[in-house]
């Protein structure tokens, strides 16, 4: 699941950027408005899609939080 990839890097498990995206990817459409924002936007773009996702599948808002004080593009 994209939760496990977001909570394993929060876990401190090395982050790749190209690992994540492709990672995401491999979910198929629930990832695509994350996967969308890492080609086409910037970092804020990127963590109000993955905030979305976190939201649209009821996890902790705390993730969130997390989500938005680390950087995911580099």
């Known amino acids: 699941m ?3 990839l977001i ?3 929060k876990d ?5 950027p190209r690992l ?3 990672a995401v990817a491999g979910y198929g459409e629930i990832g ?3 996967t969308e924002k890492m080609d086409s ?3 804020t773009d990127v963590k109000q899609a993955i905030a979305e ?3 649209d599948n009821e996890y902790s808002p705390e993730i969130i939080k997390w989500v938005n004080s680390v ?3 580099v």
């Open 71 to 73: 950087n995911w593009l």
């Open 41 to 43: 936007g910037n970092e």
């Open 2 to 4: 994209i939760i496990d």
């Open 12 to 16: 401190g498990i090395p982050y790749k």
């Open 32 to 34: 695509w408005n994350i």
């Open 20 to 22: 994540f995206y492709n």
């Open 7 to 9: 909570l394993n890097r």
């Open 53 to 55: 996702y976190i939201n």
